[in-house]
């Protein structure tokens, strides 16, 4: 018994870690994808279009990771919660990969056409999308339900910024229609990315259930549950 | 025992009936949103920005259910893929229902515009998103696996759709400036409505893996899983 014991420790050890590499991984492709499209690089845009396999490829092996634990091991309690967050966790992580290509995507359009203005707000969006996204890991990794509520608070700050992008670039289109289709694209990358954060706050949601048992989702409408937090 | 493998049946009967519920009225909330925009009801938009506290409440309620039935019975093979399916297609409601908002909120900034156009194709796409999603569901309580391959394939429909839809509002902004803002909407809109769709695949590949053991997710990419299909 000690024995079983022991090794499911270890296994659970091994899913947080490739969960901490896919993340890894997902993070690197949004900044790659934002990078490329703010420096123009064609060819590099076209790298992150068709390099989704690795972290495919990682979302199935983790998947399978959690149902043998699930089958193996029986955990209850913390165990398995923190099982059922890592199959949430995993379907958030290959939804961050899939938008690292949609922004791929619309830059491929965007450089096309002559840059519409500097890009300062959306590689800012970006950063602060992939720093909720490593704080939300290492939250799951540690159990650290401060560092999971930083990042729940961090999401205002995404959303207020693709509202300013999305003022600036409704003024260029009105003012001039050559600006009309890159425009439209820069504001479905900010969209993108505004996403990519919410995918973090999923994953911080999780890690808070996952620690304390405490349901933080739905709170402004759910009045069954302790209101204030986020 | 044989009591025990009743009551385990049971719980799961009703796990399914409490998903059904919540997949109805995620479908109603997107078709109660896309008529409402399209018939510019304003009262109907409010109504929809404010009522989404039933789908919250399923949501948690279908997350508790499923954890219990995993740590009280401890469940294998079929029994464990229905359950960890129910937590994947219980997250992918509730962000159809989030969606149903976005699409709210879109109308109300559009209803306050002059109509750029009749809309045909918007509600046409609202229709083979909602009945994507019933039949997703439909395939999961019945562990229909033909029926969850014929919603993948209408994933292409509603891409054509929006690539349609796009093409001819992107001609009206750019012939005439005013219609840029309430257009810029509709393209939002369309846009949710493919998130509805995906959503709607996400379900129903979850379906063919809980029935057959078979991860249909990734085919185009990944070499190890059997291609063809989707």
Redesign the interface.
């Known amino acids: 018994m000690e024995r079983v014991v022991r090794h499911f420790q270890e296994e659970l050890e091994t899913l947080k870690e490739r969960l901490l590499a896919m993340g890894g991984l997902a993070e690197e492709r949004v900044r790659e994808a934002v990078r490329a499209l703010a420096e123009r690089e064609t060819e590099h845009i076209e790298a992150i279009l068709t390099g989704?396999?690795p972290i495919?490829?990682l979302?199935?092996e983790i998947?399978a990771r959690?149902?043998k634990l699930?089958?193996l091991h029986?955990p209850?309690?913390a165990d398995?919660?923190t099982i059922?967050a890592a199959?949430?966790i995993n379907?958030d992580l290959e939804r961050v990969g899939d938008l690292a290509v949609n922004i791929a995507e619309a830059g491929k359009r965007y450089v096309q056409h002559p840059p519409v203005k500097p890009l300062i707000d959306i590689p800012r969006m970006g950063d602060i999308a992939q720093l909720m996204l490593r704080d939300a890991l290492d939250a799951f990794v540690r159990g650290d339900v401060a560092l999971a509520e930083a990042v729940l608070a961090e999401d205002d700050r995404l959303d207020a910024l693709k509202t300013q992008i999305f003022r600036e670039l409704?003024t260029f289109?009105?003012q001039d229609?050559t600006t009309?289709?890159p425009a439209?694209d820069l504001?479905?990358v900010s969209?993108h990315l505004e996403r990519i954060g919410d995918h973090a706050t999923n994953v911080a949601e999780d890690v808070i259930f996952m620690v304390s048992a405490r349901?933080v989702?739905?709170q402004q409408?759910?009045e069954?549950?302790d209101p204030g937090g986020r």
């Open positions: 989704d396999e495919n490829d979302h199935i998947d959690c149902f699930l089958a029986q209850m309690a398995l919660r059922v199959v949430k379907t409704l289109m009105l229609a009309i289709e439209l504001i479905l969209r349901d989702r739905h409408v759910s069954s549950f």
